[in-house]
């Protein structure tokens, strides 16, 4: 099932951007990889739904509206990383033989 979701597009992106950077937010995410909101909106959201990120959503005081929508790397999202590690490290190896 990890295998699956991981190997989806734009997946393996999103976890490194949020590796990187820690907490970002929808429009940060989509400004760094530039891509098209409901293709990123879509793999958001199956990220979340296996574990691998976390969403905090952040609401103005005054009327309730969604302001911006936070995403982090879980304890699974951070092994995910080290398979995308241990991915390039096969790669490598491949190459030099």
């Not at 190997?7 to 970002?24: D, Q, R, Y």
């Not at 009327?63 to 390039?88: M, S």
């Amino acid at each position: 099932m990890f295998l699956k979701i991981l190997s989806k597009s734009n997946a393996k992106e999103i976890l490194m951007l949020l590796n990187e950077f820690g907490e970002l937010y929808f429009g940060q995410i989509q400004k760094e990889l530039d891509k098209p909101k409901s293709n990123l909106s879509r793999i958001l959201s199956e990220l979340q739904e296996n574990g691998l990120v976390s969403k905090r959503t952040e609401e103005s005081d005054e009327d309730g509206r969604i302001l911006k929508n936070y995403y982090t790397l879980t304890k699974l999202g951070d092994i995910a990383i080290e398979i995308y590690n241990y991915e390039n490290k096969m790669e490598e190896m491949s190459e030099k033989t």
